[in-house]
């Protein structure tokens, strides 16, 4: 369990930070949010102290999906579009559908006055959630494999 958490959290830090890094240099969210009034109130400024603990923090948010998904896992690792179940997963739960009243979830759509503009943010976490999934689960069937000394039978059942 333990190898799975940290192969989890490895792959989500390095995903996070590398496409967080690669769409704010792209996407312009920077002026997207100080142009709009309601983001200047509710976005902390980008030098704030907890905005630069975000990429830390990512162990612990790591470690906390690990746990959630750990239980599942063979549903994952051993179907051969195990990654893409993963994706799915983690795409709705954590965004989409998430019970947060944030900007983008369905919650937010209904409760609050962001504006919705689905180029902004999603296509980063999409691409992230994407990436992760594949990369993790082919680091976890080839580790696995190792391990244990047996190639993974990879079932052919969606």
Request: aromatic share 18%.
């Amino acid at each position: 369990m333990l190898k799975f958490i940290l192969r989890f959290i490895t792959v989500h830090v390095i995903t996070y930070t590398a496409f967080g890094i690669f769409f704010m240099l792209v996407s312009g969210y920077f002026e997207y949010f100080s142009s709009d009034p309601l983001f200047q109130l509710v976005m902390k400024e980008s030098d704030a102290l907890s905005v630069r603990l975000a990429i830390p923090a990512q162990i612990f948010r790591g470690a906390l999906m690990a746990l959630a998904i750990y239980p599942f896992r063979e549903i994952v690792v051993s179907h051969r579009y195990g990654w893409l179940k993963l994706f799915f997963l983690l795409f709705i739960l954590t965004s989409v559908g998430s019970v947060i009243t944030g900007p983008g979830s369905i919650e937010g759509f209904l409760y609050t006055r962001f504006s919705f503009d689905p180029l902004i943010g999603y296509p980063e976490i999409g691409l992230q959630m994407f990436a992760f999934s594949w990369l993790f689960c082919r680091w976890q069937i080839s580790k696995v494999a190792k391990e244990t000394g047996v190639e993974t039978q990879r079932k052919e059942m969606n």
